[in-house]
């Protein structure tokens, strides 16, 4: 196609959920409400980890650190996707795509390493005990960490510099509540078939060897947790379950989307609305109702508001 015939597209066309006027009004409802308990959620859990002397380890340091991760990954997609829900012209400006491109990868991505890391913590705490806290210092986590972000932002730039060049000349209705890549390039003037599975093998590899290692970590882990004693074998228990069940909730749909990517329209919004918005929901749910520690603090943290709210009334 001569290039010169190619106008440049401003803004895309988001085509939601549903079309239903009645449905998007439930919807909205549904997902605010959802919004602000993933974010008050979140925010409890880091305020409870940051103040309470007791969760100063490094299994709540990366657990803090997944709270922001998942608020913010709800956050690049949910309240766009609630004031759509109230608009006629579900349209998102060109610039305004390509940043959601951006942090869903760069903020998905650093949460899968981060969940990796969180399987090293484990394996460390359950298999090496007595080199516990020598291997997890606060360097190290905070190094860690650091990594985790460092991948996720550049598995997104990687797949930012090649979406920013790509020819948009005439469609830009995207069947989504969010600008995602599969979906993106599709509306590329241009054969985007091959272009499309070299960058969902990008995510696809990514994902893959994360749950692999994730594997491998969690089973080396319970065949240990096996073999031990039966006085630390059910929290142990406990504790892996709860982030097994995370590993599942996260990787799951980021596996269906883009190693086996589905075909049906509505399977794909589906897995879509589980991964920015009910894994963030689940993954405080999780944590708080099987740990017995943040249970614990949380019920510190209240007696000490109250006090200090009679104490200051009196």
Not at 113 to 141: E, G, W
Not at 195 to 206: F, P, Y
Request: charged fraction near 15%; aromatic fraction near 12%.
């Amino acid at each position: 196609m001569d290039k010169r015939n190619l106008s440049v597209v401003s803004e895309f066309m988001l085509l939601g959920l549903c079309q239903s006027w009645d449905k998007q009004v439930l919807f909205l409802l549904i997902f605010f409400m959802l919004y602000l308990i993933i974010v008050s959620g979140n925010i409890v859990i880091m305020i409870l980890i940051i103040t309470d002397p007791h969760l100063h380890s490094p299994m709540y340091f990366l657990l803090a650190n997944l709270s922001f991760v998942d608020m913010w990954l709800c956050s690049v997609t949910t309240p766009k996707m609630i004031t759509d829900f109230v608009r006629e012209n579900k349209t998102i400006s060109f610039g305004g795509c390509m940043c959601q491109v951006l942090f869903v990868h760069f903020v998905g991505g650093g949460e899968m390493v981060l969940l990796v890391v969180m399987a090293f913590d484990r394996y460390v705490a359950i298999c090496k005990p007595l080199h516990y806290s020598t291997i997890m210092n606060l360097q190290r986590c905070i190094g860690l960490v650091a990594t985790s972000w460092t991948i996720g932002f550049v598995h997104a730039v990687s797949q930012m510099v090649v979406i920013v060049r790509l020819p948009f000349c005439g469609p830009r209705e995207i069947d989504s509540f969010f600008c995602d890549i599969p979906l993106v390039i599709k509306l590329a003037c241009m054969d985007s078939y091959n272009l499309g599975i070299l960058m969902n093998a990008d995510s696809g590899v990514l994902a893959m060897t994360c749950f692999i290692l994730l594997l491998i970590s969690y089973t080396y882990i319970l065949l240990t947790v096996r073999r031990s004693s039966k006085a630390g074998t059910s929290r142990a228990l406990s504790t892996c379950t709860a982030h097994i069940t995370v590993v599942l909730l996260f990787f799951g749909p980021c596996i269906f989307i883009y190693v086996w990517p589905p075909s049906i329209t509505w399977v794909d919004k589906f897995l879509a609305v589980f991964y920015s918005v009910f894994t963030p929901l689940l993954n405080p749910a999780i944590y708080t109702l099987r740990n017995k520690e943040i249970k614990i603090a949380l019920k510190r943290f209240s007696s000490y508001y109250l006090h200090s709210k009679r104490h200051i009334n009196a």
